[in-house]
């Protein structure tokens, strides 16, 4: 069974530009979470979404905005990039929410410049 | 609040075992995680337990948890070079999809 997949790998964008990220969940997963890894707030909860609903959302402004289709696969969203924003963005599945264990995929760096 | 601790830093000689703390605040934790990462790479789930387990076993890991006292760790027999990379405990509660995550425990294992 394919893990999950996130594209692109490698971003480099300007500050004030916007991007979007995707994330593939493993099959028959449904549960699709985010995470930002920078070397000075360590590893952080972005949102997840079940069933194409955010159900919970970590502490980040509403620049970051996310998204999850019928498939499962989720897109993430970032307005107005700030140079603070380059970091590893991951992804992570899981089978649903009674199942917490959660697959990462190997994630997006994003550079801001 | 949540919280995760864990020492930043462990050197070890191939062929001996590690072992990674991690502390954490919330006691209402219900899963409780072991993540690998190496340079570059994404997360590698290693082992998780329930917070109803005292121990599991799995292979050449080992984790104990210790409810009472809010720890757990990580005990690696015999490391090997392959193992060093940095390794994160995280927690979670039922049905939240969110982790928690510590800092992070850099291993180095020397021949």
């Known amino acids: 069974k394919a893990g999950v997949t996130q594209t692109p790998r490698y971003l480099i964008k300007t500050r004030g530009q916007q991007v979007t990220l995707s994330c593939s969940p493993i099959?028959?997963?449904?549960?699709v979470s985010w995470y930002q890894q920078t070397p000075g707030q360590g590893l952080q909860f972005l949102f997840e979404?079940?069933?194409?609903?955010?159900?919970n959302k970590g502490n980040f402004p509403g620049r970051f905005s996310g998204r999850q289709f019928s498939n499962s696969r989720s897109e993430m969203n970032v307005s107005t990039l700030e140079l603070g924003d380059s970091a590893l963005y991951l992804c992570?599945?899981?089978?649903?929410?009674?199942?917490?264990?959660?697959?990462f995929g190997p994630g997006t760096r994003l550079l801001v410049l | 609040g949540e919280d995760v601790e864990q020492s930043l830093f462990l050197s070890v000689r191939e062929g001996d075992s590690s072992v990674i703390n991690c502390t954490y605040t919330?006691?209402?934790?219900?899963?409780l995680y072991w993540y690998k990462q190496e340079p570059g790479a994404g997360l590698q789930l290693l082992t998780y337990?329930?917070?109803?387990?005292d121990m599991k076993q799995d292979q050449r890991l080992t984790v104990l948890l210790n409810k009472k006292d809010k720890h757990l760790s990580l005990r690696i027999a015999d490391t090997q070079t392959g193992d060093s990379a940095i390794y994160f405990c995280?927690?979670?509660?039922?049905?939240?999809?969110?982790?928690?995550f510590g800092q992070g425990t850099t291993l180095q294992v020397k021949p």
């Open positions: 995280a927690v979670s509660k039922s049905n939240t999809g969110k982790l928690i």
């Open positions: 979404y079940f069933s194409e609903t955010q159900r």
């Open positions: 337990i329930f917070s109803n387990m």
């Open positions: 099959s028959g997963h449904r549960s």
């Open positions: 992570a599945s899981s089978l649903d929410r009674g199942q917490e264990t959660q697959y």
């Open positions: 919330d006691s209402s934790s219900t899963y």
